[in-house]
Antibody
Framework: QVQLVQSGAEVQKPGASVKVSCKAS????????ISWVRQAPGQGLEWVGWISTYNGNTNHLQKFHGRVTMTTDTSTSTAYMELKSLTSDDTAMYYC???????????WGQGTLVTVSS | EIVLTQSPGTLSLSPGERATLSCRAS???????LAWFQQKPGQSPSLLIY???SRATGIPDRFSGSGSGTDFTLTISRLEPEDFAVYYCHQYGNSPFTFGPGTKVDIK
């Protein structure tokens, strides 16, 4: 079965960067895109962006332009999301999700809590 | 960007009752690429419905989705104790993908 296992919780200072990983198993890694979604404490879901694991093409929400980098390592079936210039507004649970292009959020990871605090 | 509006914000019902959740889009959702997710406290969202009306694998048939264009509905025919949760609609037909603010179904 499809499984997405994310890296552990992070605490970062304002202005720093964070890189979250998402290791996939149970399917051919390059057949599903990987999306990233975040959820601030007590709030709703916000789509961050996605990456094609087939050709590396990416798409992200304009508000993250210049701050977010999504990459993959096909040799280890792992996707990464790096967010730079962190502020307290970036404190959130970050989820990865995978699925075919016609259902990109079919399967979800367990989430990685990123806390930005001085 | 397509803005999704969900109503009501909170739905207070008893087990066994019928729940009807609404999701309205600011413009037509391409190819009816509209999904519903359930999220329980401390858990990741889980997929219930995709393509507006198709149940995901393993989802009980008391969950049904309907609608097209800009108006969509999630119906839970008879609420079970495990159904009390927050429900989000999500459109993935137009970039950027967006989510509704959620409807909380709680026990009356």
């Amino acid at each position: 079965q499809v499984q997405l296992v994310q890296s552990g919780a992070e605490v970062q200072k304002p202005g720093a960067s964070v890189k979250v990983s998402c290791k996939a198993s149970g399917y051919i890694f390059t057949s599903y895109a990987i999306s990233w979604v975040r959820q601030a404490p007590g709030q709703g879901l916000e789509w961050v962006g996605w990456i094609s694991t087939y050709n590396g093409n990416t798409n992200h929400l304009q508000k993250f332009h210049g701050r977010v980098t999504m990459t993959t390592d096909t040799s280890t079936s792992t996707a990464y999301m790096e967010l730079k210039s962190l502020t307290s507004d970036d404190t959130a649970m970050y989820y990865c999700a995978s699925g075919p292009m016609w259902l990109p959020l079919a399967n979800w990871g367990q989430g990685t809590l990123v806390t930005v605090s001085s | 960007e397509i803005v999704l509006t969900q109503s009501p914000g909170t739905l207070s019902l008893s087990p066994g009752e019928r729940a009807t959740l609404s999701c309205r889009a600011s413009q037509s959702v391409s190819t009816n690429y509209l999904a519903w997710f359930q999220q329980k406290p401390g858990q990741s969202p889980s997929l219930l419905i995709y393509g507006a009306s198709s149940r995901a694998t393993g989802i009980p048939d008391r969950f049904s989705g309907s609608g097209s264009g800009t108006d969509f509905t999630l119906t839970i025919s008879r609420l079970e104790p495990e159904d009390f949760a927050v429900y989000y609609c999500h459109q993935y037909g137009n970039s950027p993908f967006t989510f509704g603010p959620g409807t909380k179904v709680d026990i009356k």
